[in-house]
């Protein structure tokens, strides 16, 4: 049970240095860590195929794509455009409004019953690739469709355009 | 895999709640007060892997994966719009020689 809160306490710290940070590249790396920590969140959930594939898809494959456009850009903290002071005391006091208000959305300051796992083998690879392949193949076609998409678009976005005169 | 289900007993569904609530804040303003493009996009990032552990919570609570096949969508999803999204930055970048969000307001009236 402590768990949950030291790795709470560790991803908001994380997510808060991810944003406030000066220099991009660090940002970056404080974005691992928190992608880390909820890895160990989605593990305490005892969810082991997310835990995987989050570590593997956001850490290994977002997180290095970020990181190779950031130094094919060759960002640097001497380069990085910053808000004002003002604005971002109000952006910082508008995220605050944010959370009140969602914290009287969800009313989560009433008592409510400590989670409990119903079934614990929901999680794991065996039984989400049964619910995977019944009744959501559809919809896993069809990403694999859009992945392709998003694949073709980024190359053509991305290839140099030839001079025109 | 037993002390892991021990260590998860206990834990409120409303702290969970609570924590995903403050992670999307904190992607919220990191959307409005930064303005490399870059940082903007590491801030959806993070919005979005706060309602996946979130979807995921509740998934788990209810005894139903329905939630948690939901959460690899989202996933697959989140890996498109990062790789095109880095596409148009590099684009937009070749053109305009900066990352800066302020150099993209052409379209303003």
């Given amino acids: ?165 | 895999m037993e002390t892991v289900v021990q260590q998860l007993q206990g834990v409120p569904i409303n702290h969970y709640l609570i924590f995903c609530t403050i992670i999307f804040a904190i992607g919220v303003v990191g959307v409005l007060i930064r303005r490399n493009v870059i940082i903007i996009m590491m801030s959806i990032e993070l919005m979005l892997n706060a309602v996946n552990l979130l979807l995921a919570a509740f998934s788990v609570q209810h005894g139903d994966s329905s939630g948690q096949v939901f959460v690899f969508f989202i996933m697959a999803l989140a890996a498109a719009e990062v790789a095109v999204g880095l596409a148009i930055i590099i684009m937009v970048y070749r053109n305009t020689k900066s990352v800066d969000i302020d150099s993209l307001n052409k379209l303003r009236w």
């Avoid at chain 1, 660090?26 to 920590?37: A, E, G, R």
């Avoid at chain 1, 494959?61 to 808000?83: R, S, W």
């Avoid at chain 1, 990403?143 to 073709?152: C, D, E, G, H, N």
């Fill in chain 1, 1 to 165: 049970m402590t768990v949950f809160y030291l790795v709470a306490f560790l991803s908001i710290f994380f997510a808060l240095m991810t944003i406030f940070t000066k220099n991009p590249v660090h940002s970056v790396l404080y974005l691992v860590i928190t992608f880390f920590t909820f890895t160990v969140h989605y593990i305490l959930l005892n969810a082991q195929f997310l835990a995987v594939v989050n570590f593997i898809v956001y850490m290994g494959a977002i997180m290095v794509l970020f990181l190779f456009v950031l130094m094919l850009l060759n960002l640097n903290k001497d380069t990085e455009p910053m808000k004002s002071n003002l604005v971002k005391f109000m952006g910082v006091i508008a995220g605050c409004c944010l959370v009140v208000t969602f914290f009287g959305v969800y009313r989560v300051f009433e008592i409510s019953n400590p989670l409990t796992v119903v079934n614990p083998e929901i999680g794991l690879v065996k039984n989400l690739g049964k619910v995977l392949f019944n009744e959501f193949l559809l919809p896993f076609e069809l990403s694999s469709l859009l992945l392709l998409t998003a694949m073709i678009g980024a190359i053509l976005l991305a290839k140099k355009e030839p001079k025109q005169i």
